[in-house]
């Protein structure tokens, strides 16, 4: 057995990762062809590189088959129930920072709060018949944070990708999704709510509670953390 | 954990004692639509019930209660009045807490009935005190419908009024909102602004989206409207706050809750109901004088109760979920009948956590 550390097989964030993991002398880096998701390791003994999209790593973490993963804290939010008992945050990366937004359009001079989205929403169903539709991926934090924050009369549709041309294209009234700038929000006539802020999240490097670890895998964690002064 | 065939027995002990009280055993389907369910309680039901879907039905839920379902089968072909019974699965979704079963038992009772609903409260009241009474089981009371009489007497905007009453079970909400309509809260900067602006869609830029700009003109009229309205007065807001902390045993509360009455006669209607339920519970050999009440009891979990409230839990095993729990929904009738209505009251028991509690005794 080994080590495994599932990384994101692509992007800035893939190279981002690599960057950050030279820095503590350990060279990270994909064997083959671009089109072949196999890695290799150096500078560290017994620790296997596992190429994964972003968005699986919580899971692969959660199921205990990898035992390190780079990925989100909003992707580990949104798809791991009681994330703390499962995953343990080792050390944020610096790169990577986004947050988890409410969005309206920029138009609705009178919603600047939470307060007004929700006499919005209540008003909106009864013109329109149905409850207001929240376009996003992140349907557990967005529920849980309006739960929380007492708004009523909406409903979340379901949106994968270009989340934030919903609202024109009116499939949606509202929009919660990641901004890392907020340009892409104003290119859109979109505008974030006071107090719509939901989460801050970045890159970070987060450890398996379940996945099985022998003596040899142990070293290769402690020498890891030692490289990056983590505890 | 008892066993599943214990559990089954154990069920159909309660059920047939609810029988013998008059009820009618019902069954309901365990696939629900998931729309009715979503429209009564908002997407919040998600994060509790299973959904599932298929490309021909679209999206169904694994029935989270009995309640919608059976009020649902009275209203299309119910005799009146009724007493129903039934027992199942019910499933919820536990993503807080992995202790918590997500798929349990459920024995209900449920009164479909015009005549003297307070005589009706203290049947079902009755009926579950007298089953669970060898359990040694803590009751709590509460009435959901005295908050509502003393919003609906406010002396304030129907707008107001109405904001209040939509946001009765969360609580959060419902306190920002009374603290802005008092006065309490300073309005924020941004909302002076809009409501000083000459004309405030001057810099909105693009129109888009289904939400059009007679929708937004609609929202700043009203917030003008409330604007000019005279704040809520610090008197009632202390009624309000002094009705949601009555919490005592239930001849000491009523005494409370008429004192109260007297500078806010609104709620004397709902006093005297709860006066005539502690009559008719009486009645029925339940000892009032050590019974509790709470008049907020109820209020975060028990969506769709608009009046008697009441739950049985195992003291000194806060881990436990209520071992059984009801009230009355007459909203939700009227909600579900599609322009009919009927008074109604019921409860649900849990066998599993009856046999539990017995095994540890």
Redesign the interface.
């Known amino acids: 057995m080994s080590l495994k550390l599932g990384v994101p097989s692509k992007g800035r964030l893939m190279e981002k990762t690599f960057d950050w993991f030279a820095k503590g002398g350990i060279t990270l880096g994909r064997s083959g062809s671009d089109r072949e998701y196999a890695g290799y390791v150096q500078g560290i003994d017994n620790v296997e590189l596992v190429l994964l999209s972003a968005g699986e790593i919580p899971r692969e973490l959660a199921a205990g088959r990898i035992h390190l993963g780079v990925t989100g804290t909003d992707l580990v939010r949104e798809k791991l129930g009681q994330w703390e008992h499962r995953v343990k945050e080792l050390a944020e990366l610096g790169f990577g920072q986004a947050d988890l937004v409410l969005a309206v359009p920029a138009c609705w001079v009178d919603v600047g709060t939470l307060d007004d989205l929700d006499a919005a929403a209540a008003a909106f169903r009864l013109r329109h018949g149905f409850r207001m539709r929240i376009a996003t991926k992140y349907h557990r934090l967005v529920r849980d944070f309006l739960r929380e924050n007492g708004v009523a009369d909406y409903q979340l549709m379901d949106s994968q990708g270009a989340t934030e041309g919903t609202v024109k294209n009116e499939t949606a009234e509202a929009i919660a999704d990641i901004t890392s700038t907020g340009d892409t929000l104003r290119a859109n006539h979109l505008k974030i709510l006071d107090d719509g802020l939901m989460l801050k999240s970045q890159a970070t490097l987060f450890k398996s509670r379940v996945a099985p670890m022998e003596a040899e895998d142990r070293r290769a964690l402690e020498t890891l953390k030692a490289k990056f002064g983590l505890d | 954990m008892p066993k599943r065939a214990a559990i089954r027995a154990e069920a159909e002990r309660l059920r047939h004692l609810f029988e013998a009280a008059g009820a009618v055993p019902v069954e309901t389907s365990v696939l629900q639509p998931a729309e009715v369910l979503?429209d009564l309680y908002?997407?919040?039901i998600?994060?509790r019930a299973y959904v599932t879907s298929d490309a021909l039905r679209g999206e169904q839920m694994l029935r989270p209660d009995f309640t919608v379902p059976v009020v649902q089968m009275h209203m299309e072909h119910g005799a009146e009045p009724a007493r129903y019974t039934y027992s199942g699965a019910v499933f919820r979704r536990q993503?807080?807490?992995?202790a918590r079963s997500n798929e349990y038992t459920q024995v209900g009772f449920e009164i479909f009935e015009r005549a003297a609903p307070e005589a009706s409260d203290a049947e079902v009241f009755a009926l579950f005190y007298d089953i669970l009474r060898p359990l040694g089981l803590r009751a709590a009371t509460g009435d959901i419908g005295i908050l509502m009489a003393a919003v609906d007497g406010l002396q304030t905007t129907d707008r107001r009024k109405a904001?209040l009453r939509?946001?009765i079970w969360?609580p959060?909400?419902?306190r920002?909102l009374i603290d802005?309509f008092s006065g309490r809260a300073p309005v924020?900067e941004?909302?002076k602004a809009?409501l000083a602006a000459g004309d405030?869609?001057a810099?909105?830029?693009?129109?888009?989206?289904?939400?059009g700009?007679d929708?937004?003109a609609?929202?700043?009229r009203?917030?003008r409207e409330d604007q000019a309205a005279a704040p809520i007065s610090g008197a009632e807001v202390d009624l309000i706050d002094a009705i949601l902390a009555v919490r005592e045993t239930s001849l000491n509360a009523l005494e409370r809750l008429r004192d109260i009455a007297v500078d806010m006669p609104a709620i004397l209607p709902a006093v005297d109901r709860l006066a005539a339920r502690l009559d008719a519970m009486e009645a029925r050999g339940i000892d009032v004088k050590t019974l509790d009440f709470e008049a907020s009891y109820g209020r975060t979990q028990m969506e769709y109760y608009d009046g008697f409230v009441f739950g049985f839990s195992a003291e000194g095993r806060p881990d436990l979920p209520l071992v059984a729990s009801g009230g009355r929904y007459d909203a939700l009738t009227r909600q579900l009948g599609r322009g009919r209505e009927i008074p109604a009251v019921g409860g649900v028991i849990r066998p599993d956590l009856v046999l539990g509690l017995e095994g540890a005794q």
């Open positions: 979503l908002g997407e919040d998600r994060a993503e807080d807490d992995a904001a939509r946001h969360r959060r909400r419902f920002a802005r924020p941004a909302r809009l405030p869609m810099n909105a830029g693009a129109m888009i989206g289904l939400r700009p929708e937004i609609a929202r700043i009203a917030l």
